[in-house]
């Protein structure tokens, strides 16, 4: 009688102890959805096990990705900037690498720094922020070219400075001019070059190196310049562009002939052909020479990227002096940038149709309506250093073509780095 009184007891406890874990189990859900309806998961709840945590918290909710978007119909070109406390990942003084002196804006002298603290936000799509350890983890022994003028090297630069914040690189080559160079991040074994060809075509250029011209361009359009095409099989990466250079006074040759010109002097029997005819022809051969190329790398060409003077150009008193992102309609493309994005645009547009899927290694960065917006993240006066020291009214040559360092430009690197995880 006293066990069967010890088991009906014990059963008791039991039955007790049941009771009282199941509450503690049900408290428990409850609580976990609480937490989780409002928000407050832990990070390594929501992490996508397969893209690596940026270095940085964002704390924005505009970089939430919304749940009905599908990733991969993303257009990372269409967006617009938001505000980013964060800043830049670098500074004028962190760069590590020998910056060109007049993209230096805030060593130069430059006294705002709000165009600092803005991020490229694409509608609908979630942009991680650079990671430069993930791209030089990526990017081992490989090789990248930055092919084109001085908005080549102007992307080169700020993509090292970037870089250098992981590992600092090393120059092992230049040219005579130091127009071309190339440098090694020696831990990883991956070499960034940047190769100067402002035509991308054969072109005999008569300038100083304040880009004053003595002389007309002597430029073939049908024949492509050797600087990037012998590198050329040996590269996994290349960005290529052009443009700028196009509207400069030129003599166009094919064939081993003079066919046309551009801005032709009055006395010249020579027919003047535009600009766009130039631009035309030379891309056609330059596209099809990289589609129809045995290289496997992955080749972006970048479309042009629009400048921002006002009240003149480059050579007689042009300036850019806001401080702040605009909105989309309060600015609008210059006729002569829409030309040659027309002309980039078409030209991609047949070589990928014409060779279907042999062009699938051929991309088209198209980042003109990205920084259309951003006519404050140019030096302005402050290419040159410290301009106003001696006389707060000098008049100084303004530069609204290039971009400061640390700038809008780093953000190419951002899109850049998604589409090569996505592919």
């Known amino acids: 009688m006293k066990l069967k009184w010890e088991s009906i007891s014990t059963l008791h406890q039991n ?49 939430l990705l919304p749940i009905d978007i599908e990733v991969e119909k993303c257009d990372l070109f269409t967006g617009k900037w938001i505000r980013d406390p964060l800043g ?30 803005w991020k490229w936000k694409p509608n609908d799509c979630s942009l991680p922020r650079f990671d430069p350890l993930r791209f030089l983890q990526l990017m081992r022994n490989k090789s990248w070219a930055f092919i084109g003028d001085s908005i080549s090297r102007n ?26 160079k190339r440098w090694l991040f020696p831990s990883h074994n991956l070499t960034i070059s940047n190769i100067w060809s402002p035509f991308l075509v054969q072109a005999a250029i008569f300038e100083d190196s304040r880009g004053v011209s ?21 590269i996994d990466y290349a960005i290529i562009s052009s443009g700028e250079w196009f509207l400069k006074t030129a003599i166009y040759h094919e064939n081993a ?16 052909l535009g600009f766009d005819y130039a631009y ?12 129809r190329s045995n290289t496997k790398g992955m080749i972006f060409f970048r479309t042009s990227i629009p400048d921002h003077f006002e009240n003149g150009e480059w050579h007689n008193g042009g300036t ?3 401080t702040e992102p605009v909105n989309e309609d ?52 402050y290419r040159e250093f410290r301009p106003f020291d001696k006389d707060k009214n000098a008049k100084v040559q303004n530069d609204c073509l290039h971009w400061c360092l640390p700038g809008p430009i780093d953000y190419l690197n951002d899109v850049i780095l998604e589409i090569i995880v996505n592919s």
């Not at 962190?94 to 705002?112: A, F, K, L, Y």
């Not at 024949?223 to 099989?233: A, E, K, S, V, Y």
């Open 330 to 381: 309060e600015v609008e493309m210059k006729v002569l940038n829409k030309i040659l994005r027309d002309v980039e645009i078409s030209q991609f547009q047949r070589v990928v149709t014409e060779m279907g899927q042999e062009a699938g290694h051929f991309k088209l960065l198209d980042f003109a309506g990205m920084l259309l917006t951003r006519p404050d993240g140019h030096p302005g006066p």
């Open 214 to 234: 003595s002389a007309a361009v002597q430029l073939h359009l049908d024949i492509l310049d050797n600087t990037w095409t012998d590198l050329f099989p040996s």
């Open 280 to 291: 035309n022809t030379s891309l056609r051969h330059v596209m099809d020479f990289i589609v």
């Open 320 to 322: 850019c002096k806001k």
């Open 15 to 63: 039955v007790f102890l049941v009771k009282v874990l199941g509450a503690v189990f049900i408290t428990g859900l409850a609580f976990r959805f609480y937490a989780v309806r409002f928000g407050q998961v832990s990070v390594n709840e929501i992490s996508d096990p397969q893209i690596s945590p940026p270095s940085v918290i964002i704390s924005e909710n505009e970089d």
């Open 257 to 272: 002939n003079i066919v046309g010109c551009h801005g032709c002097p009055q006395s010249s029997n020579i027919t003047d």
């Open 88 to 117: 830049p990942i670098y500074t004028n003084g962190s760069c590590g690498v020998v910056v060109d002196s007049h993209q230096n804006c805030i060593t130069n002298g430059r006294p705002d720094s709000g165009f600092l603290y």
């Open 155 to 180: 992307h080169v630069e700020s993509l090292l400075c970037m870089l250098s914040t992981v590992e600092k690189p090393v120059e092992v080559y230049h040219d005579d001019e130091y127009r071309s």
